[in-house]
């Protein structure tokens, strides 16, 4: 469930930048989810389809990719990607990564916990353009 309120600031942030910059219509939003995230893709895509419903990003193409987990270790210094696993208890259970070289969890984790909206495309009428 926490899928819906993630779509739901999502949906806020979008809206509120396209009344701030008088958009007619969404045409496109770029989403980066985390592996880490514990969001399930798939399903804050679902959402965004409901929440944007009558409004400027209701056709919207909602393009949602999957950011790498990347960590540093404080044991061996490695830093890079880590295999992230991906069974079905994955979004209940917070895995517990390692480093792959010295098997630590002494890692910090640099990145695949974020959730950022890296793209909008819209639709703005020009001088003399009417929008439908």
């Known amino acids: 469930m926490h899928e819906l309120t993630l779509a739901t600031q999502i949906q806020r942030t979008v ?7 008088q958009v007619d219509e969404v045409l496109e939003i770029d989403i980066e989810i985390g592996e880490l ?13 409901q929440l944007f419903r009558d409004t400027v990003a209701e056709d919207a193409e909602i393009k949602v990719a999957s950011t790498p987990t990347a960590v540093k270790c404080s044991q061996c210094g490695y830093e890079g990607g ?7 208890d994955f979004h209940v259970f917070m895995p517990v990564v390692r480093c792959p070289r010295c098997d630590s ?9 974020e959730v950022i909206i890296k793209n909008l495309r819209v639709h703005k009428a020009g001088p003399g353009e009417t929008s439908a």
């Not at 995230?37 to 389809?49: G, K």
């Not at 880590?82 to 079905?88: A, I, K, L, R």
């Not at 969890?105 to 916990?113: E, T």
């Open 15 to 21: 809206l509120s930048a396209a009344a701030q910059h």
């Open 37 to 49: 995230s514990l969001f399930n893709p798939d399903q804050v895509q679902f959402w965004l389809h």
């Open 105 to 113: 969890s002494d890692i910090k984790v640099q990145h695949g916990r």
């Open 82 to 88: 880590v295999e992230v696993p991906t069974d079905p």
